[in-house]
């Protein structure tokens, strides 16, 4: 089978134009980490940036790599036709027999739409829900998000939806769907905490600080906590001091010593985080399939999430994890309690989580999952 998977180069998300190495969001790498193990699946990711880089032909012996350079005013001005033109051109050329878009974001769901391929989407982040939660302006990214997924979803062959939650929130416009969550970077399963018992325990609480992430009702409700036991709380994540949610957050850390803001982490910091962490925390409001709680099951590491959106389905709560109302402080310093007062507990409940996660989370696993979609949606066709 000839795959053409259309994703977005990270190097071009965040500038890093003297990079030679091309790298994606997590979950789309640990799904090409799958098919890198796969005999029989030539892929070829496709990925428009807006310079010239340097990159490998190959990122695997049967995974190859084209970057598409598009002009500015290709991209979200002009509603992506600059990606577009330029993804079907390439398509072209490699004539694939199935295409899947990863994410509904920026262009890769309208390029694979407009491809005249068969073609797959997977989505993410619902735009669409998180546009209502945070009550995007018109004519803002998340408002022109939203209504290009809107756009996007009825004109595929089919979803591939990461939760029940996304599945829901599709239902009403992709004309079929199919559940299958994230993959897990391999190298999380070698992970394992190695906890000093002479130092306070580590809560580590991974995120973009906003509204919708409650990193800030976070703090406050482990108050009453770090009045009676020690810990650190430490956050990463890009934080912006412009954003009233930012400035309230430095606020918060400049007045308790126990919270720590250690800036973004790479994977592999995130992975040296997780060998010294006692528990992650998750205190979203709304989240679809966050990776933070696949990698910290794969790793070993307990997780207290709150009971939302997609969370559910990813941990069994006092099986897999502990759930907790995000809205409610007694609940959040509950649940934290919980793992903090219970190391034979914090054991049981990540040794499971760790097992779980090898049978759903996997990229062999999920790889394998998506070949049957792509089988599927072309069976369909002819």
Aim: aromatic share 8%.
């Amino acid at each position: 089978m000839k795959l053409a998977i259309i994703t977005t180069d990270s190097r071009e998300h965040f500038k890093e134009y003297a990079n030679p190495v091309p790298y994606f969001g997590t979950a789309p790498e640990a799904l090409l980490q799958g098919f890198a193990q796969l005999p029989g699946v030539e892929v070829h990711v496709i990925s428009c940036v807006q310079q010239p880089l340097k990159s490998p032909e190959k990122i695997a012996p049967n995974i190859f790599y084209h970057g598409l350079v598009v002009p500015k005013n290709g991209w979200l001005r002009t509603l992506y036709q600059g990606c577009i033109r330029a993804t079907r051109k390439k398509l072209s050329e490699i004539q694939p027999d199935i295409i899947h878009g990863q994410g509904t974001e920026r262009d890769c769901a309208l390029s694979a739409i407009f491809s005249s391929f068969p073609n797959v989407l997977t989505v993410h982040g619902n735009l669409r829900l998180i546009s209502q939660l945070s009550n995007s302006r018109p004519l803002s990214y998340f408002w022109l998000a939203a209504r290009l997924e809107a756009f996007t979803l009825p004109r595929t062959q089919g979803v591939v939806c990461i939760t029940n939650y996304t599945r829901s929130a599709v239902a009403g416009l992709a004309p079929k769907t199919w559940l299958v969550p994230n993959a897990v970077d391999e190298s999380f399963f070698d992970v394992r905490p190695k906890i000093n018992p002479d130092k306070p325990p580590i809560i580590l609480c991974v995120g973009v600080a906003c509204q919708r992430k409650n990193q800030n009702a976070f703090i406050r409700a482990l108050d009453s906590l770090a009045a009676r036991k020690k810990f650190r709380l430490i956050f990463l994540g890009l934080v912006s001091r412009a954003e009233p949610y930012g400035c309230e957050f430095f606020e918060l850390l400049r007045t308790r010593p126990w919270c720590e803001h250690r800036g973004f982490a790479d994977r592999h910091q995130l992975k040296d985080w997780l060998r010294g962490t006692t528990l992650l925390a998750l205190p979203s409001l709304e989240d679809n399939c966050p990776m933070t709680v696949l990698e910290a099951a794969a790793a070993g590491v307990p997780v207290v999430a709150a009971n939302v959106g997609g969370v559910p389905e990813l941990i069994e709560d006092g099986k897999t994890g502990l759930l907790m109302n995000p809205l409610d402080a007694a609940s959040i310093a509950g649940a934290v309690e919980r793992i903090l007062l219970n190391p034979e507990l914090a054991r049981t409940l990540a040794a499971e989580a760790n097992r779980c996660a090898l049978e759903r989370f996997h990229p062999l696993v999920v790889a394998r999952r998506h070949l049957e979609i792509y089988r599927e949606v072309l069976a369909a066709k002819n």
